[in-house]
Every structure is written in structure tokens, then in C-alpha cells.
């Protein structure tokens, strides 16, 4: 996301490539590590991919770049494999709260319907990419199915990781609790507090007036839109 972030800065080719040459060493089995490389998500190409697997939020980190480099070439190999791998969080290894990630082991995807509600992971972190990846996959289809998926999990399974005063956090989220559960205080690698700041700007898009809305919310609008995307809405650019 960064260098595709940065090549629409600065205009610059070379960052964008240098986004595209990191997809294609991707599922080579080359990064080190004493874990499978599913967990790295080197174990497949990214144009091969059929389903999540791994870490979870560095998968969905990984899918938001896909999809923004599709966004900036068109190349339609990145978008269809963006698209059967969110079919395969949709259809089965996604937690009615909007929560990604089953397993404490390698806070990674399990198995399709492997959803434990005590021992449920659900980092507040792949909440979070979560909203990164859908609000991508919205700006380039306009589908709704992608809105509905960022209202689960920014109303549910991201918020719930925040406390009322806005002092501490959950690092997980599992869905049933046998006491001993508590938030902790703020610290280095929390990013609640960024995304909370970000919320105005998952309200609505535009690539022409009027725009579209995707939350309802009490807010008030800017002149020009939050989002103005460069191309039509099937080409838009993100407002990360």
C-alpha cells in the first residue's frame, strides 16, 4: 500500500513498479523464517491465490497493496484474486462481529468454519485492515457487499477493541470471555486510536456529484468530496 500510496504522491513510475516486483516475488517460498510459508503468505503467487491463509493481518495488509495496484494498472489477474480470496473470508472464515483470525498460534486463519467463539483471535488489528482492504475492493466495483463488510467490522469487531474513555484497547477480541478479559493501557503497536481518526473518511466516495454514502452517520459534508477519485469508479483511487 505504501509505495502505491507514494507513486500517487509523487507521480513517480518507479514506486509503483517497485510495488509490482514485490507481488511477483511473492509465493516463491523465499522468505525466511522457521514457519510454513503459508504463514507469510509465500506459499502460493498472488495471481494463484483461492483463499486466505497465514498471519491474518499481514494476508489482508497484503490484499489492500493487490488491490491498489489493480487500481493504478487495471491488471485484471490482481483484481479476480482479490476477489475469490475475499470470497473465501465471506463464505467461511469470517466472525459474525466482522472478526478475522481464529487461531492464537500464528494469529492466522484457520480452516473454513474453524470460528471458535472462547478461543476466537480476532485481532483488533486485522479489523482494521479489514476496513482497509473492503473500502479498496468498494472504490473499484462499487458494490455494497464490500460497505456492509466495513460497517461489520469498524461497528463490531474493531470498536470493540476500544474502551468507552478511549484509554486502552484489546489486542484480541474473542466473542465468549470466562473472566480475566481487560483491556490493556495504549502502547507502541496499537493503531486503534489512527483508524478512529480516519473514520470520516469511509463516510461516502465520488468520482462524480452527487457522491455516494456508505455510512449513516450524523456528519457534515466538504466541498470538494472526502474522496475524489482520478478515474471512473471501476479505476478509483483510495483515500487510505
Request: glycine share 10%; charged share 20%.
Amino acid at each position: 500500500m505504501a509505495l502505491v500510496e507514494l507513486y500517487r504522491e509523487t507521480g513517480q513510475p518507479r514506486y509503483l513498479e517497485l510495488a509490482g516486483f514485490f507481488l511477483d516475488q511473492r509465493g516463491r517460498g523465499t522468505l525466511a523464517g522457521s514457519r510454513d510459508p503459508a504463514y507469510y503468505q509465500d506459499h502460493v503467487p498472488v495471481r494463484q491465490a483461492t483463499g486466505v491463509a497465514g498471519h491474518a493481518v499481514r494476508q489482508l495488509y497484503l490484499l489492500a497493496g493487490v488491490t491498489d495496484a489493480y487500481l493504478e494498472t487495471g491488471e485484471r489477474a490482481l483484481f479476480e484474486a482479490a476477489t475469490r480470496q475475499w470470497q473465501d473470508v465471506a463464505s467461511g472464515k469470517l466472525y459474525v462481529t466482522g472478526g478475522l483470525g481464529s487461531r492464537y498460534e500464528g494469529e492466522a486463519f484457520g480452516e473454513a468454519y474453524e470460528l471458535p467463539n472462547d478461543r476466537g483471535y480476532c485481532e483488533t488489528c486485522a479489523a482494521i485492515a479489514s476496513i482497509l482492504w473492503n473500502w479498496r475492493m468498494l472504490l473499484a466495483t462499487g458494490e455494497a457487499r464490500f460497505a456492509d463488510l466495513i460497517e461489520r467490522a469498524l461497528l463490531n469487531g474493531f470498536l470493540s477493541g476500544v474502551s468507552l474513555d478511549g484509554r486502552r484497547f484489546f489486542y484480541v477480541n474473542p466473542l465468549l470471555s470466562r473472566g480475566g478479559a481487560e483491556r490493556a493501557e495504549w502502547y507502541s503497536c496499537a493503531g486503534p486510536s489512527r483508524k478512529l481518526g480516519a473514520f470520516g473518511k469511509v463516510v461516502r466516495s465520488a468520482t462524480t456529484l452527487p457522491p455516494t454514502t456508505h455510512r449513516a452517520c450524523r456528519s457534515t459534508s466538504t466541498d470538494p468530496p472526502l474522496c475524489t477519485p482520478r478515474w471512473s469508479l471501476a479505476a478509483a483511487r483510495p483515500c487510505a
